[in-house]
C-alpha cells in the first residue's frame, strides 16, 4: 500500500464523524454561499487575485449497502468510494468516485491517480475545458476517480457562482423525471417483500438475462401494477428469443429493455431494435463520449453513468449527442453517495428516464442533496451540485 | 406594413443616436454589474421574487458596408438587420438579427416573428431549454429572428451572473482562434489594395468559384505569403476538377476549403474530402444542429453561423457534436455589428478556425466588444456576450 493511500485508510478511521461535522460546515456555507458568492469572486476578479490554485484532496470511504447486493456472478455488502474535495478561494467543491468492484478500479488506484494530479498549476476553476483534458490525459482509465475531479470542479464553479448546474445548463428542474427503483434477484418472497416497500416509486427497475425472467416479472405483477423496467446485462444470446420476450414484456406493462443482448452482438441488438415494441437501451455497450456514435442505429437509447463516463461534463455531450440523433436518454448511476447522485441529478431534466436510487441503497450517506418525492427526482436550488 | 413595423420604422430615424446612449448607459451598468449582479438576483430568490417576465424589444437598424459586397450574383452596400433587447430585473440583454438578403429574411419578417412572441410568459431567464423551444417552435425559419432571441438571452443570463459565456461554458478565451479577413471579388488593382490594408490579419479569406481562380490566388500571392483559406460557395461542378484545384491550392499555402461543390453533390464531396489534401468544410450543407449528422463522413469539419443555427445555444451543441465526430469547426457570420459578432466569438476558443470579420466590415457599428488584436480574436471579461 503506498504510504499517502496507508495514512488516508488510517484517517478514515475517524471519517464518518468528520464528514458529518465537515458537511454541516460547508451547509452553512453554502447557505450563505446564496446571498454573496459571485460578489465575492468578482470583487477578487477585479484587483488583487491571489494566485493560488486548486487544493485537491481525498479520503476513501466504505459504503454501508442495506441489502446484500446480488448479481448474476457474485454478491456483496459494501461499495468502495472515494471521497474528493476541491478547494479555491474560501469555497469548497464535494466529488465522489464509486468504484463496484466488477468495473475495475479501487480505492487503491484512485488514490494512485489523484495523488499524481497537480491540480494547483490551474488558477481559473472555470477552464474546465482545460482543467478536465489535463486530468483526462495523466492516465487511461481510472474513469471513476476523473468523476470524482469532474463533480467536485463542478461543485466547486457552481458555489463561486452561487447557483445549481440544472440552471446553468439551462434546463428546467421541473422535467426531471421519475426514478426507478431496483429490485435486486432474490427469492420470490423477498421481492414481494422489495415491491411492497418501494410503493413511492412510480417506476421499478428488474434485472434479468437468468434462467426464471418470466417467473420474475410474474411474481413482481402478483403485487404491482407500476411501469416496469428491465436490465438483461446482456443476458440473452439469441435475437430471436430476445424478440420474443420483448413482445411478452411489452405486454406486461414493461417501458423499455436494457441491454438485452452482449455488446459485440451489434448488428443483432440492432435487427431487435428495429423489430421490438420496446425501446432498447445501451448500457455496457457504452462507456464514454466516443462510444455514443456506435449506438446510434443500433439502440433506442443510452444509459449515462457519471462514473463510466468521467463525469458531469462529458456527461452533458452524451445528452447532446444522443438527443442531436433522435435518441432516448437515461442517467443511471452505482451504489453511490448523495454527492455523485446529486450530481447526476443535475442533468436529469434533460433524461426520459433515471435510475437513481444509487443513494437509497446505502445506509451510511454522509451527505443530503437531491431527493426523491412522489417517486420524483426533485431538484433543490442549492448551488453547484447542491448537496449539504 | 405592419403598424408595430412602421412604428418601428419611423423610431429607427433617431436610432443611431440613441443606439449610442444607450449602448452608453449599458456599459455603465454592466461594468457596475460586475460586482453586484448576482448577489442581487440570489436575495431577489431568497424571498420576494417579483413574478414579471422577460420584456422583449427590437429596432430595425441598417449597417452601411465599407466597401461594396459583391458575390457571383449581386452587389450590396447595405446590410439590413433587427436590434433586440431583452430586460428582466433591472438586466438588459442585447441580441442581433443579420439578414443578407439572399438568406430570404428581412427586417419586416423578423418584426412579424418577435411581434408575436410572448416572452412575458416567462419568469425565470435561466430556463434556456423551455424558452427557446417555444421561440423556436412559434413558427418555422426565421433563424436569424430566433438567434436574435437567443442572443439576447444569453446576454441578458451572463449578465445577470456576471460572467462570459466562454467562462460559463468553460473554455480558456486564449484558445481563441485567429480570424479570417474576407478579400471580397474585385478586379487585381482593389485585391492587391485590400490585402496590403488587411496586414494585421494572420489569416485571409478568397472568394473563389469563378472562371480566374487560379488568377485571384496568383494576384494575392504576388503581395503576401500570408495562409489563406478559400470559400468556393458551391462553384465548382467537377470533382476531379475540383481535386486538382485543392492540390493547386495547397501548393499555393491554402488551410482549408470551404464548401467547394453543390451541397447536393453529397457523394461527390465525400471522394474529394476523401481523397484532398486540406481539410474540405461544409458551409451551405448545413444550417443547423439536425444538418450536422448527414455533413460526417462527407467532410472534414462544418462552418457554424448564429444567424443560419438559430443562436449561440444550438451553435454550443454543434460543436460537441462535430468534436464527438472529430470533425473541425469553423465560426462564421455575417456582416453584423459587434453585438452577433461577440456573441459568436463567446464560442471561437473551440474553433478551429474563425471568420469574425463582419463588424469590421461596417462603418455604423453601434457596439463595441470582441476585439481583433494582432490577428487574434480577443474576448474580454464583461458578462454576458462582452459588448459595450
Known amino acids: 500500500m503506498l504510504k499517502v493511500e496507508k495514512l488516508l485508510f488510517e484517517r478514515n478511521i475517524t471519517m464518518k464523524i468528520n464528514r458529518r461535522n465537515f458537511v454541516k460546515n460547508t451547509s452553512l456555507l453554502t447557505l450563505g454561499g446564496l446571498v454573496l458568492p459571485h460578489s465575492s469572486y468578482s470583487i477578487m476578479k477585479k484587483g488583487s487575485l491571489p494566485k493560488k490554485g486548486l487544493k485537491l484532496s481525498f479520503e476513501p470511504y466504505r459504503l ?153 416479472i410474474e411474481t413482481i405483477r402478483s403485487v404491482t401494477d407500476v411501469p416496469l423496467c428491465v436490465d438483461v446485462n446482456q443476458g440473452w444470446k439469441d435475437k430471436k428469443k430476445a424478440l420474443d420476450m420483448v413482445f411478452y414484456l411489452k405486454e406486461k406493462g414493461i417501458v423499455f429493455v436494457e441491454q438485452p443482448m452482449p455488446k459485440e452482438m451489434l448488428d443483432e441488438i440492432a435487427w431487435l431494435t428495429q423489430n421490438a415494441p420496446l425501446p432498447i437501451i445501451a448500457d455496457e455497450a457504452l462507456q464514454r463520449l466516443t462510444d455514443v456514435q456506435s449506438t446510434i442505429g443500433a439502440y433506442s437509447g443510452i444509459n449515462i453513468k457519471l462514473m463510466k463516463c468521467t463525469g458531469m461534463r462529458e456527461a452533458h455531450k452524451m445528452i447532446t449527442l444522443a438527443r442531436a440523433n433522435q435518441m432516448k436518454v437515461m442517467i443511471g448511476c452505482m451504489t453511490e453517495t448523495s454527492c455523485a447522485v446529486s450530481a447526476a441529478a443535475q442533468l436529469s431534466p434533460k433524461a426520459d428516464w433515471a435510475d437513481l436510487d444509487g443513494n437509497l441503497l446505502i445506509s451510511n450517506d454522509p451527505y443530503s442533496g437531491m431527493k426523491v418525492i412522489n417517486g420524483k427526482i426533485t431538484l433543490n436550488n442549492l448551488p453547484g451540485i447542491g448537496i449539504y
Not at 422535467?175 to 427503483?181: G, Y
Open 64 to 216: 454501508q449497502l442495506k441489502h446484500v447486493f446480488t448479481l448474476a456472478s457474485s454478491s456483496r455488502s459494501t461499495t468502495p468510494v472515494m471521497l474528493t474535495k476541491i478547494e479555491f478561494d474560501g469555497f469548497i467543491g464535494y466529488g465522489e468516485a464509486s468504484m463496484p468492484p466488477y468495473l475495475g478500479e479501487t480505492q487503491q488506484s484512485a488514490g494512485k491517480f489523484l495523488s499524481a494530479l497537480v491540480l494547483g498549476q490551474f488558477s481559473d476553476p472555470f477552464c474546465l475545458d482545460e482543467i478536465l483534458e489535463y486530468v483526462d490525459n495523466s492516465a487511461p482509465g481510472n474513469s471513476a476517480a476523473k468523476a470524482s475531479v469532474d463533480i467536485a470542479l463542478h461543485d466547486l464553479i457552481g458555489k463561486i457562482i452561487g447557483l445549481p448546474w440544472h440552471k446553468l445548463w439551462g434546463f428546467s428542474s421541473e422535467n426531471a423525471p421519475d426514478t426507478s427503483f431496483t429490485i435486486g434477484i432474490d427469492t420470490n418472497e423477498v421481492i414481494i417483500q422489495k415491491v411492497k416497500e418501494a410503493s413511492e416509486f412510480n417506476i421499478l427497475k428488474v434485472k434479468l438475462g437468468r434462467d426464471n425472467d418470466k417467473e420474475m
